[in-house]
């Protein structure tokens, strides 16, 4: 059974401080996936990573992987009100069930 | 473009009763993917469909099924309903085995079971 692991699971952060939350799985995996869901809301999708050493950034968000750890991180950069939300990692190894983590819910404080 | 869309966004039914969910997936998406999101944790996977045969399927008992369309919508229906089946009830479309295998999912429908 693939299982997601994700830490911290609660972040109380101060605007324009820098953090990152942290993604292990379990086994192999094909794609790691990173989504973002406001209270009420569905899920929003952030990043897509497929390979090792893969690192894609938006805004101040920035997701990397690494598949002979099985961990991947999205650090935070001079963190903003706006980025206050949960986020998820979740990782495939079938082509299609997704396995996410508790989620990390963040929120950046004046 | 047109994102994935659920019906209805609320609703609420009585233990034992029975419910229909709907999804229509992004427009040029072939999979539809449903997963159960209760208060506080990550989704969790329900079953896939792709080309109206399910594709997979994780740990939920048999009266959850569903059907997909050949416009690709799809339907999640629950039977017997449980207090437990109180969740939000999301569904996802990608395209099958190709790039950019994004997963778009759609705003949900909020089940809550009395």
């Known amino acids: 059974e693939l299982k997601v692991e994700q830490n911290p699971l609660f972040l109380s952060m101060q605007e324009g401080k820098n953090y990152t939350i942290y993604c292990n799985y379990s086994t192999t995996s094909d794609r790691l996936y990173w989504y973002r869901q406001d209270p009420g809301k569905s899920l929003e999708s952030l990043f897509v990573l497929l390979s090792n050493g893969a690192v894609k950034q938006e805004g101040r968000l920035m997701a990397s992987l690494d598949t002979k750890a099985r961990l991947s991180t999205l650090h935070i950069t001079a963190a903003v009100h706006d980025l206050s939300a949960t986020y998820f990692c979740?990782?495939?190894?079938?082509?299609?069930?997704?396995?996410f983590g508790k989620g990390t819910s963040l929120l950046v404080t004046p | 473009e047109t994102g994935v869309t659920q019906s209805p966004t609320h609703l609420i039914k009585t233990r034992g009763q029975q419910v229909t969910l709907r999804c229509s997936s992004q427009?040029?998406?072939?999979?539809v993917s449903w997963y159960q999101q209760a208060l506080g944790q990550g989704p969790q996977f329900i079953f896939q469909y792709y080309r109206e045969e399910e594709n997979g399927r994780g740990n939920f008992p048999p009266r959850f099924s569903g059907l997909q369309f050949p416009n690709y919508s799809s339907e999640l229906n629950v039977n017997a309903l449980e207090l437990d089946d109180s969740a939000l009830y999301l569904c996802?479309?990608?395209?099958?085995?190709?790039?950019?295998?994004?997963?778009?999912f759609g705003p949900g429908t909020r089940l809550t079971v009395t």
């Open positions: 427009s040029g998406h072939n999979t």
């Open positions: 979740a990782v495939t190894n079938s082509g299609y069930a997704l396995n």
């Open positions: 996802a479309s990608s395209f099958m085995a190709g790039p950019p295998y994004e997963q778009y």
